[in-house]
């Protein structure tokens, strides 16, 4: 699955030099946490998070009074907090490449570009969205959590023994195991009662780590 397919579109934005406490209203009243930054032209200045904008004040303060202070806040823009190094990525890169690339670099969101265009973000929020889709975490059925061998056919054991008890899988995600030699398989199930997964399971795994029953 590519990026193209998961992010948020149309683009919200904002300009340089937008005043930072109008920067915020907008933010909350869209219910988003950065805006990519845009000029005049269209072109990507920069990227602006909330935190940017509610840790903005002007320098110096000590000895103003609050009214002061106020007064220079609602002068600064956006431009002045912004972050200028941004990075992005394309449609066409893999959900698994962005979200590799956030968890990198401790960022909540990326601007994706289509040429030197600004045609949607992918954030924390698809990929989470898509982490519930994957586990199945809207639909009600039976939760199994295994552990098997690293080695190869161990996945088509699990589905050929769900398969022939006449079980439905319904989600299947794997995951690092606790060593080298082992992964962790979790997957959602229904037509099948608890105890006749736990039979047909029980051959191909080395432990059945957590089985219950989900009702959504």
Same mark, same amino acid.
């Given at each position: ?29 869209? +219910? ?37 202070? +106020? ?96 079980? +439905? ?48």
């Amino acid at each position: 699955m590519l990026v193209g397919e998961r992010m948020t579109r149309p683009v919200l934005s904002v300009s340089p030099d937008m005043p930072i406490q109008d920067a915020l209203a907008q933010m909350r009243k869209e +219910n988003v946490s950065r805006y990519p930054v845009i000029n005049k032209k269209g072109k990507l200045v920069g990227i602006v998070s909330e935190d940017d904008l509610l840790h903005a004040s002007p320098s110096d303060v000590t000895s103003l009074s609050v009214w002061e202070i +106020n007064y220079l806040v609602s002068k600064i823009t956006v431009e002045r907090v912004m972050s200028t190094e941004v990075i992005t990525v394309t449609e066409e890169t893999p959900l698994e490449e962005a979200a590799r690339i956030m968890a990198d670099h401790r960022v909540g969101g990326l601007p994706v570009m289509r040429g030197k265009s600004v045609v949607g973000m992918i954030t924390q929020t698809d990929l989470f969205r898509l982490f519930l889709e994957m586990l199945g975490a809207r639909e009600s059925g039976l939760r199994v959590t295994v552990l098997v061998k690293e080695a190869p056919g161990m996945l088509q054991c699990l589905t050929k023994a769900i398969d022939q008890v006449g079980g +439905n899988i319904i989600a299947l995600g794997t995951f690092a195991g606790e060593s080298t030699e082992d992964r962790e398989v979790t997957l959602k199930v229904n037509q099948i009662d608890a105890q006749g997964l736990r039979k047909a399971l029980e051959p191909c795994v080395l432990e059945i780590k957590d089985l219950r029953e989900i009702h959504i």
